[in-house]
């Protein structure tokens, strides 16, 4: 009789007509020792085809003579059908090299003489084992390599750079439906991750992305990692199709909520949605990227939420509110030119058509929305190395993040003034010598607490795009560059001062002794005491 077991491990199936060899293989080793587990068992070939064709085993082990099915049978119907592509080992009374051959044409692993000896029969379970591990890495090693050729091939969708070879590969190999948005999902308190490690914000974004793909199981392929190349942007996205929450049995709101939650609770943390408006199929998922991105940008001009929908934060609503462009394009036009006199008169005419309008709320905030979106639009124009997503957040937070969205025109004309003076240090391009600056700033004050935001703020110019030309030049983050000056300032204090190791660590600017060793061990092999008398005993040799 068949008999299935519960353990999970390398699955085996025996089939032999006499019970007592059978009972016999099972005692002859211990299986689990070896890792295996023997789920099945059965009398003749046939017995176990049928057992096959509903179960799936690692290993089977066949008596080569059986009534009803032999064992070659058996092996030669299971390759014929593809019922099962499991390790096939023969056993047999005959020597006759004939049986051998013919198991050899259907990939037979071993073909082993009765009485089977322990040492060859655990020699066989072994090289199985070995196998399976080597054939289960090279199957995870070819998904991993998909995974990542149709990421690229949905980031050149998302970037609208793509030809029919990228279309049909990601119609190919994604199930798609109509109804489509581009969701970008961050750690709410990574928005701004400046003081944290770059490593430790590394995995915190692949935790978040491995949880967003267990969360969609077969929809997994949806999930993207790395979208954004930028400068402190450790997100993952999305590719919502309608028929994810439809075959869910609920709305999209309640879909994406449930998928927030899960977030939340696995990363214990908080997560934002920045969801794109909804475009007709994925050939215009671009569309939809694009908006997200606007999302992030306009975060810092918002009330804070789990949740961002497109249509809810940019849309005219179907109540007829109403967008002053004609007066919102002309005080655009005053900021571009760095006009601060036109500025206030423009802001002025701007307020008094809302004013004359009646607009309160809604509309308030779709005429700053319109602003914002052009303003950004402005900036990406002056240089293209611009980060996009981050352009609005110094301003935003250092001078009207709580008056503008209230309606307030001295905060508007505040921003305005401040906007213009960063488009014209754009127009410089102030990247070419402000990193010189910023060099010097890190050879002056290594020890103090030096952040590319304080920087970015001291020299006027947004933080993101400081960090991105950064990166760019010296091919590591601020964060990483200061690091490695500090240890080499370390290095070079424990080889010229006796002073204790928690000294010099206060004097390059670590706080805490026990972070700058390890830090100290990451970048130098060893541990300063180490590096210390290494360096002393070079000296006297």
């Not at 309608?242 to 997560?271: H, P, Q, T, V, W």
Request: charged share 30%.
């Amino acid at each position: 009789m068949i008999w299935k077991g519960l353990v999970n491990m390398l699955k085996v199936l025996l089939v032999d007509d006499e019970p007592f060899i059978v009972q016999g293989l099972s005692l002859l080793l211990d299986w689990e020792e070896e890792g295996c587990e023997i789920v099945a068992t059965a009398q003749n070939g046939m017995e176990a085809l049928t057992y096959l064709k509903t179960n799936k085993v690692d290993l089977i082990i066949a008596d080569i003579k059986m009534p009803e099915m032999t064992g070659l049978e058996l092996l030669e119907t299971i390759r014929r059908e593809q019922v099962s592509d499991a390790y096939f080992v023969i056993l047999s009374g005959y020597s006759e090299f004939a049986y051998a051959q013919q198991a050899i044409h259907y990939s037979c692993m071993d073909y082993v003489l009765k009485p089977v000896e322990r040492e060859v029969l655990t020699e066989i379970i072994r090289k199985a084992a070995n196998m399976s591990a080597t054939e289960i890495q090279q199957q995870e090693d070819k998904k991993q390599m998909e995974r990542a050729y149709l990421a690229r091939n949905v980031i050149s969708l998302l970037l609208g750079k793509y030809d029919d070879i990228n279309l049909e590969y990601v119609f190919k190999h994604m199930y798609l439906s109509s109804g489509v948005r581009y969701i970008d999902i961050q750690l709410a308190d990574a928005l701004n991750p400046e003081d944290v490690e770059d490593m430790e914000m590394r995995s915190r974004q692949r935790k978040l992305y491995q949880s967003c793909r267990e969360f969609l199981k077969e929809d997994e392929e949806h999930c993207i990692l790395d979208v954004s190349s930028e400068e402190d942007i450790y997100d993952v996205g999305l590719i919502y199709c309608d028929y994810m929450a439809a075959k869910n049995g609920c709305s999209e709101r309640e879909y994406l909520e449930k998928l927030l939650n899960y977030l939340s609770l696995a990363l214990k943390s908080k997560i934002v949605m920045l969801v794109g408006k909804k475009v007709v199929d994925i050939a215009s998922i671009s569309k939809s990227y694009g908006t997200a991105c606007m999302l992030n940008s306009l975060q810092a001009f918002h009330d804070r939420k789990s949740i961002y929908f497109y249509e809810e934060e940019i849309q005219v609503n179907s109540g007829g509110i109403l967008l002053c462009k004609a007066e919102l394009d002309n005080l655009i036009s005053c900021i571009e030119q760095n006009d601060k006199v036109r500025i206030h008169e423009a802001v002025d005419r701007l307020y008094e058509e809302l004013r004359k309008m009646g607009a309160m709320g809604e509309t308030v905030n779709l005429n700053i929305n319109y602003l914002l979106f052009q303003l950004i639009h402005v900036a990406t124009e002056q240089d293209d190395c611009v980060n996009q997503e981050e352009i609005l957040h110094l301003i935003s937070e250092s001078s009207f993040e709580d008056g503008l969205m209230r309606g307030s025109k001295v905060h508007l004309a505040r921003f305005a003034c401040e906007y213009a003076e960063y488009l014209a240090q754009l127009r410089k391009n102030v990247s070419r010598g402000v990193l010189a600056l910023i060099e010097q700033e890190v050879k002056d004050h290594f020890a103090e607490n030096l952040t590319l935001r304080d920087l970015g703020q001291k020299y006027f110019i947004n933080n993101a795009y400081l960090g991105q030309v950064f990166r760019k030049k010296y091919n590591q983050s601020f964060k990483d560059y200061l690091n490695n000056y500090r240890i080499e300032q370390a290095a070079q204090l424990l080889v010229r001062t006796d002073d204790k190791i928690y000294k010099i660590a206060e004097d390059v600017g670590y706080k805490n002794t026990d972070y700058f060793i390890n830090k100290f061990i990451a970048a130098k092999g060893c541990t300063p005491s180490k590096f210390r008398k290494q360096s002393l005993d070079t000296q006297k040799v």
